[in-house]
Nanobody, 125 residues
Framework: QVQLVESGGGLVQAGGSMRVSCAAS????????MGWFRHAPWKEREFVAA?????????DYADSVKGRFTISRDNDKNTVLLQMNSLEPEDTAVYYC?????????????????WGQGTQVTVSS
């Protein structure tokens, strides 16, 4: 199983940018699909973005962040990043990275095996 630790986050103004990162441990990191989810107190945890594991590299995004967020991974460094641009107050949430042994890109949180502790992103209007 992969152990994950998020970093980054903080307070930004609407329209600004922020990058959050996730450091992973485990030799099998490259085989895992990696996802980002977010959870606001008044909402259910929702899918944000994911990148495939294995030899192919694919990405997918929730419609709400498509065109604004970019997920990337560096298998040599065992990291996954989420670059967030044009942030909106609606993006305010705790952001979690997650790893799935399913190499495709699950959008359901129950498909992920490992979770980080989360990092707070707050976007002020």
């Amino acid at each position: 199983q992969v152990q994950l630790v998020e970093s980054g986050g903080g307070l930004v103004q609407a329209g600004g940018s922020m990058r959050v990162s996730c450091a992973a441990s485990g030799r099998a990191f490259s085989t895992y699909a990696m996802g980002w989810f977010r959870h606001a107190p008044w909402k259910e945890r929702e899918f944000v973005a994911a990148t495939s594991g294995g030899s192919l590299y694919y990405v997918d995004y929730a419609d709400s962040v498509k065109g604004r967020f970019t997920i990337s991974r560096d298998n040599d460094k065992n990291t996954v990043l989420l670059q967030m641009n044009s942030l909106e107050p609606e993006d305010t949430a705790v952001y979690y990275c997650a790893a799935s042994s399913i190499p495709t890109m699950p959008k359901t949180s129950g498909k992920y095996d490992s979770w980080g502790q989360g990092t707070q992103v707050t976007v002020s209007s």
